[in-house]
């Protein structure tokens, strides 16, 4: 995918990661419409990249995550693509864990991320690129977090079963299974501390890897 010109909405630019992504699209020319929870980040990051216009959601209203993706289609005149970067994680043992948590992860990192994508089914043209941050928890379900690994493996198997509906169509389906980061995302866990972890990535490191994986997404025609 040729980034220059492309017309991007990135869910998720107030995080760390989708910041820093929000950044490099912009200076690779990309046209951004930024969506995210905590509206003083979200001015900070529509301001790094142009005034790009910005929108902010909550997870839990899945309908208003589809009507930002033709808010965002609107505002760009077309979509070509959309990456979604957002999350949270929880921790703790499977029998701890309650059910309100248990939703709430579930909700944002499989429900809300889904919801962007299935509206940008009937948005996102061939050669376009439909995507989403996973993880390495997806291939290997840690102790402790039973129920944030179960909701990004729901996503990945949504992902997996999209991209092979939409190969024919021309549009690429991504699951971008980023390692451990050092973005503190597990400082702001929404339940439980985080068992030590080694030394992760940077931010810097993993918004190359969402670059990269856009960048060599298979255009129109590529099986």
């Given at each position: 995918m040729d980034l220059d010109g492309a017309r991007v909405?990135?869910?998720g630019a107030t995080g760390a990661i989708g910041g820093a992504l929000a950044e490099r699209l912009h200076g690779r020319?990309?046209?951004l419409a930024l969506a995210g929870r905590d509206p003083a980040a979200l001015a900070r990051a529509t301001a790094a990249c142009g005034s790009a216009p910005g929108r902010r959601f909550d997870a839990y209203d899945l309908d208003g995550c589809a009507r930002t993706v033709d808010w965002a289609?609107?505002?760009l005149g077309g979509l070509?693509?959309?990456v979604v970067c957002v999350g949270v994680a929880g921790f703790g043992p499977a029998g701890e864990v309650g059910d309100a948590v248990a939703e709430h992860l579930f909700t944002v990192n499989a429900l809300a991320p889904i919801a962007f994508l299935r509206a940008g089914l009937a948005v996102v043209p061939p050669g376009g690129v439909?995507?989403?941050v996973t993880g390495v928890v997806v291939d290997a379900a840690p102790a402790g977090m039973a129920d944030y690994a179960a909701a990004k493996a729901a996503l990945a198997a949504w992902l997996a079963a999209?991209?092979?509906e939409r190969r024919r169509a021309g549009v690429a389906?991504?699951?971008v299974r980023?390692?451990?980061t050092e973005s503190g995302f597990a400082d702001r866990a929404v339940a439980g501390t985080a068992p030590a972890l080694p030394p992760g990535r940077s931010v810097a490191e993993a918004a190359d890897t969402l670059v990269e994986a856009l960048t060599t997404a298979p255009g129109p025609g590529h099986a």
């Open positions: 909405l990135l869910p020319g990309a046209r289609a609107e505002r070509d693509a959309v439909l995507a989403a999209v991209g092979k389906v991504l699951d980023l390692p451990h």
